[in-house]
């Protein structure tokens, strides 16, 4: 068992061949980990969608790498996230509800990273980045401003016009903010930055003029207030109130797509743009009743579980990729290090992604876990799905190729390689429970009791019945 501790405590670190500098530049690049909460991919428009919700991360994937088939582990923010910081399944890393801490033996891609001699930085502003599950692990500052009341004393850099949209609610322009300051002050060597946006998450309220950017016709009564717990949003609304809803959902993108877009200005002003790796992701979508719900943290169906992912590493990647393998946001952490020149050490599940930027090849057909609740497995693969209700003791697949919607579920009789997929999957959750078993022996971390405000706070959000 010690050894199992020693593996995930301490790793060795190391400059690899693999790596390679950026151009007139030495030493390893600076890390941006961006996480934009409830982002699906499908509403980017360099994933095709027909709004131009997403300009500049458009850019950033059009001179760098877009994955066109990137997968979560879940429907919600807190499993999510540390899956993408630990690089592991949930049943392994084990915070799979808001009751408990990652457990102590379980490493982060943070402090790998902090290990490796980089200044680390993490702003967020949701309640479940709270630093009490474990989030600020290997962090030398990790703040959450969802726990400071929406007050910060740093002052405001963007336009006067969007300070003064800025209320409780939106969040995007302080954490641009603290971003900004923190790079202005950490240039001169190596950083990881990780930054959390949750503007895009419900309440669906943007700031002007994103407010009416992409329904500005609209005369109707529905907003975008209250969203979860308002009735009048339903599954047999008028069809023209559902689009505004949509509207308003997008206009949320582009708006956190600006405030990305001026950090991204600060960096090439800095004159680090070009040694700085860029990964943009997210930890789940929303679903708009295609399965006859709202939010997320109900289903494991596509439109919640389908997130982006953007690479963009100037000198290295020097050309627009489209990568249509699916990866998971399980590969993210070990992609990360390896392009860093960072030993990846081998209790991360994923896998790095290096290859596939670099033109080369991995298996199509990979698989990926997800987990909601105890209850609800899924195992994906490119082609289809397999969804395990285990209170209901029922197993439904999709051919993903014929029916990518998820409307049709195809019978077990009547799909050929069903022995194969469920030995992968029963294979899968043996191997998860045998990696829990050596890396925490089957135990989370400690119990994390939220405060009243915290408690309240969720409820508000639709998280707490």
Sequence with gaps: MKKYLLLLVISIVSVHPGYLPAAGEAGPPNIL??????????????????????????????????????????????????????????????????????????GTVTQQIKQAGYETAGFCSSPYLNPAFGFDRGFDLYRNIDLEDNKIKDTIRPPAEERDAVHEDITSPRITELAINWIDKHRSRPFFLFLHFWDVHYDYIPPAPYDKLFDPDYQGKIDGKDYMHNDAINPDMDPRDLEHIIALYDGEIASVDYHIGLIVKELKKLGVFNRTLIVVTADHGDEFFEHGGK???????????????????????????????????????????????????????GASLSPLLRGGDQPDDRHALLELGGVLKALRSNSWKLIFNAQALQTIIFNLKDDPGENDPIGITDFPEWTRINRIFYDRLKEDRGLSQAYRRGKTGGSVNLSPEQQQRLKSLGYIK
């Design 33 to 106: 980990l961006i996480s934009i909460d409830s982002l699906r991919a499908d509403h980017l428009s360099c994933y095709g969608y027909k709004r131009n919700t997403s300009p500049v991360l458009d850019e950033l994937a059009g001179s760098g790498a877009l994955f066109e088939n990137t997968v979560s582990t879940t429907s919600w923010t807190l499993p999510a996230h540390m899956s993408l910081l630990t690089s592991m399944d949930i049943s392994v890393h084990g915070v799979g509800h808001d009751g408990v801490s990652l457990h102590p033996s379980i």
């Design 295 to 349: 939010g997320h943290r109900n289903t494991l169906y596509d439109e919640v579980t389908m997130v982006p992912l953007i690479i963009h590493l100037p000198d290295k990647i020097t050309s627009s990729r489209r990568i249509p393998n699916q990866v998971s946001i399980i590969d993210i952490a070990p992609t990360i290090l390896d392009l860093a020149g960072i030993t990846v050490p081998s209790w991360m599940q």
